[in-house]
């Protein structure tokens, strides 16, 4: 899934998918690629945790060498398209400062998503001199689940909605490069808790069943290590042994920690092993990193947990 070159990264709000658009845009840079990281509508979770913001859209900025960062709306990609077709500027500057141009806009129905999705497209379209792609890899932070499956599906609903003529046209071609399973997925990004897990399912059965999408990983993060052999074993020894009446207190302090520890495991082992059964697919897992501060190198260790394929750390 890794070598796919346009990868979109779906899910609830707040599982980190910024993170993890991170961790694979640097476990791709990391290989020597090319990398293009796009986040949808303004800067957000990937800028802050590269501290580092584009201020013009559209206007890629180096984070690193072979690492960039752009974001991408849907009115300035709808301008800057109409700037390649419309020959007359002069024309085109009366369009744009027009108060009608400017509520359209606003108020077209899908507009805005279909344009974010058909800028994203020319990005991976985009070709150097010696005619290879300019970006080897295009990881996209496509935002909360609602909205992101929004974006992905704008351009079969534009084809189905206009039948003939440029719309058309140009939404077919967006349309068969999503539905490339050589050049493109979609990675769904979950923690090991009920609604994320029961929300990741659902993203999953809409991607196959109605956008018809290829689907990536299936990224749980903030996942628990396994409980050390005998622990259980432990604690029940722990609890049976006499303790001074000073040190009680901190005994069961720990016991308690301990079995709530185990009872969240549980909790995570059975939801992972339920979402597998029901989606076929095995969930690559990322490790819960205990850190007073979470940045880059966080994000730089789920990186190489990507590349050697999860697991618990």
Known sequence: MLDRRLQFVVGKGGVGKSTVTAALALAAAARGLRVLTLELGAPGGVARLFGKVPTVCDSPIELRPGLHLAYVKGEAALAEYLEIVVPIKRLLRSVFESRLYTVFVAAAPGLKELMTIGKIWFEAEKRRADGGFEWDRIIVDAGASGHSLQYLQMPSTAAETFRTGLVHRESLRVQSLLRDREATCVHVVATPEEMPLVEAEQIIAKLREQLELPLGMLVVNRCRPPAPPGMREALDVLTGTPTAETHQG??????????????????????????????????????????EEFGLAEVERLASVIETGGGPQ
């Open 250 to 291: 901190v005994a069961s302090g720990v016991v308690d920690a301990a079995r709530n520890a185990i009872g969240w495991l549980a909790v995570q082992e059975s939801g992972l092993a339920l979402i597998e059964q029901h989606t076929g697919i095995e969930p690559l897992r990322l490790p819960l990193l205990a850190s």
